[in-house]
């Protein structure tokens, strides 16, 4: 599993992850993604197109960094999940809790 941050400046932080987020990606990825999004309390953007899976583990990190983001007055979205997360993220209703958006313009604008 990887972390790559696009951008982190005064108005957003863009994150883009890549691999698997199993028991073992999530060991792997976690303090670095809690801390490159929650500790700067933006908007924040999370690629998700080259996550090729998703377990509740990792959907969990996604619940806890978005409300802690919420309680800061940021939003979280999610970026163009591959079908098979995305049908993840949806039966187990993360959508209910972050935004998913397919294109980056419609993510940007459901951070504003």
Request: neutral net charge.
């Amino acid at each position: 599993m990887q972390l790559n941050v696009i951008r982190a400046d005064d108005s957003i932080t863009h994150v883009a992850m890549l691999g698997r987020l199993d028991l073992e990606g999530v060991n792997h990825i976690q303090d670095q993604f809690v801390f490159n999004t929650t500790t700067r309390q933006r908007a924040t953007l999370v690629d998700v197109s080259q996550v090729t899976f998703i377990a509740s583990l990792g959907m969990g990190m996604f619940v806890s960094v978005a409300k802690a983001l919420q309680r800061r007055g940021a939003k979280m979205v999610l970026l163009a999940p591959t079908n098979l997360v995305q049908q993840a993220l949806q039966a187990a209703g993360i959508n209910q809790v972050i935004p998913i958006a397919h294109e980056e313009e419609e993510a940007l604008q459901l951070l504003r």
